[in-house]
DNA sequence: GTCTATACACCGATAGAC
DNA sequence: GTCTATCGGTGTATAGAC
């Protein structure tokens, strides 16, 4: 089996459940029933092992909403694809999601170079730019749209989270809240 | 001058520059110009300071809030004193909001207590249903809007930490975006 | 109350055998 | 590649003088 993803893998559980202080790369190792060494062999310092694990799943769930968008074109479309494939990711996957709000609101952040922050987001976030000059929605600058959006699924998100709804009613309120955002911006 | 204040605001600076764990008590100690040993004469631990520093914080946030909206009747009003309140708070103590956020995304969380921090959420909260349920707005879950509020507080938040716009447009976009949040919501 | 000095536990990272 | 053993640095917290 790969270890450097059995690493991984143990990382991610620890770090979500005790933070990346309070989680020695002993207790790493030894999660993933391999010696303490080694995971010095895949990953030269424990920062590095954080950051892979970080632009590792970071763009699984790119590449899931990037997906879901491909085959859109209205602006509305686009948008509530970006708005639900980011939120069912989040549900499905609770414990990457949780890591990656850890991480963002680490310090960690910094020692990953800029760009690769943007390259993740850039896409989309052009997508919608282009979007919001050609149509009609409101007279307002793009960047506070992009935060009202965000701002809106992250919201969600966490009521989602609380809730812990069936897929179906989760489906529903996913729906309900992005024609509030949309009305919101019309 | 009192050491404990001290403590507290060299503490509050060197946590939102570097981080918690970053953060050794002995530059705590030495930035506040007071002697290593000291620190834990005021603090039983470093975890102790942690949550003094973020109970006091927290209090002084919702002190202001909770003034702002005092003499407020209608739902509106009481949403717009609640919502412009927050902003202006955060924007005019930066540090003490970083540190906020900061705190509410670690493992601290877990440390303190539910009461308290329901606590400090409560009379808001309370206000808010009670408005809810007499009012016409949506027929939404309680809930719902509570997340739906508190995700664009806390977008146009970051919205506007990044522009660093002048005071008069600053109150602009919060009137501005309140209307957008009053819209979604009736 | 405040200081200095220090105990001691812990953890990231390395060395070196296999 | 993977293991065991261990070093060196760091940081929380305590002891004890003043």
Known sequence: MDKRKRLLESALKLFVEFGFHETPTSKIAKEAGIANGTLF????TKDALVI???????????????????????????????YSASLEWAMKHKTKFRFIEQFTNSTYLNKIADEAIQEHLQPIYKLLKQGFKNQ?????????????VSGHTFSIN?????????????????????ELLWKMLT
């Not at 062999?41 to 030269?44: D, L, M, Q, S």
């Not at 009609?136 to 749209?145: F, S, T």
Request: aromatic share 14%; charged share 30%.
């Open 136 to 148: 009609v929605i409101q007279k307002l600058d793009v960047d506070m749209i992009f935060a009202l």
């Open 52 to 82: 892979a694990l970080y632009t590792d799943i970071k763009s699984q769930m790119m590449a899931h909403v990037a997906k879901e968008i491909e085959n859109k074109t209205s602006l509305k479309e686009v948008l509530k694809g970006y």
């Open 41 to 44: 062999y895949f990953f030269a």
């Open 158 to 178: 966490q009521y989602l989270v609380t809730k812990d709804f069936s897929k179906n009613k989760q489906a529903k309120v996913i729906d309900e809240t992005f």
